[in-house]
């Protein structure tokens, strides 16, 4: 094992007795949402991923330690630390060696979750694109990392923050699939519909688990994106969301908003705009993830357990 690792006592078990678990990201709790949502809503996620068989392991850095499954104290800790850094691929081991602490973003959850063979993450949204990349070269590192760690990804699509169409062609051309559960669209976040098909639908978890474990066993060594639409009931109109978003990224650049305070800034400016819904629908689309990552994580350990 990575010595860097810290895997608490309730996911070392799981592992023990071939439970299934979820890994589960920080960023979302330390810059993607507000106190005291954030710490409710990861709360609630990590409950829901329990309900449905599997142990979560919320991840982070924290003096130093890639921790994998944080207990109740430590989430606090992220969800309230004024000095908790965002950290992708290139800044893990600058957290690591100043014994510092860290949020992992979707790139740097997926790294760690490899390293303790974690084979499913949950998360809210991917990073992607961003429109105006031709100019900004503004491409999230998470699709990066999607192409060459081998974890199933669980998220409700793309924000439209994001130029999805161009997301969608980063991901074809680094051959990372795109599973969509329950329709053919692939999702938008906020809204079910991307305008854009994923690549292949599997509904069920058993199906889908039997194409992560094909992809894995042919040597592809790719992530897989599992596109879960946010539920009908608290989807946002297209409309609206397309408007908040507009004046959120001509804020961005007035204010020169770069890297990766992007999205962040981007989140936040949603979220006043629309007077708290946004935040509302990422809260339930996340708790939404974890019930299908739950679900194929069992699926996923099967295969493991035989
Ligand atoms: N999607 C959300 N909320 C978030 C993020 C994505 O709904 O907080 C975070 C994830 O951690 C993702 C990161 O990995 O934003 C992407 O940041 P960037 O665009 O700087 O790569
Ligand atoms: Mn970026």
């Given at each position: 094992m990575n010595p860097h690792l810290l895997i608490s006592p309730e996911v070392q078990a799981a592992r023990r007795q071939g439970t299934a678990v979820v890994a589960l990201e920080s960023t979302i709790v330390a810059h993607g949402m507000p106190w005291p949502q954030n710490l409710e809503t990861a709360l609630q996620v990590e409950h829901t991923v329990r309900q449905h068989g599997a142990v979560p392991a919320t991840i982070a850095v924290l003096d130093g330690r890639l921790c994998v499954g944080l207990d109740r104290a430590q989430l606090e800790r992220v969800a309230t630390s004024p000095d908790m850094a965002k950290a992708s691929r290139r800044d893990l081991a600058y957290a690591v060696a100043r014994r510092g602490h860290a949020a992992t973003t979707v790139a740097a959850t997926m790294i760690v979750a490899h390293l303790a063979d974690i084979d499913v993450f949950v998360t809210g949204g991917i990073g992607g694109v961003h429109r105006g990349a031709a100019e900004s070269?503004?491409?999230?590192?998470d699709l990066q990392e999607l192409a060459r760690t081998p974890v199933a990804v669980v998220c409700?699509?793309?924000?439209?923050?994001?130029?999805i169409s161009l997301t969608l062609e980063y991901l074809e051309t680094h051959g990372v699939p795109v599973i969509s559960v329950g329709q053919d669209a692939f999702a938008a976040f906020y809204c079910r519909d991307s305008g854009f098909k994923a690549d292949f639908r599997l509904d069920d978890p058993a199906e889908q688990a039997a194409f992560i474990r094909a992809h894995w066993d042919l040597g592809l060594g790719s992530g897989v994106v599992v596109s879960n639409p946010v539920p009908e009931a608290d989807a946002l109109p297209a409309d609206l969301v397309n408007g908040w978003i507009a004046q959120a990224l001509a804020e961005a650049r007035q204010q020169n908003i770069a890297g990766k305070g992007t999205t962040p800034f981007l989140l936040a400016r949603i979220k006043t705009l629309s007077q708290g819904r946004s935040l509302a629908t990422n809260k339930a689309l996340v708790v939404h993830n974890a019930v299908a990552g739950a679900r194929l994580a069992v699926a996923l350990q099967a295969t493991r357990n035989g």
């Open positions: 070269f503004d491409i999230s590192a409700a699509g793309a924000k439209s923050i994001l130029d």
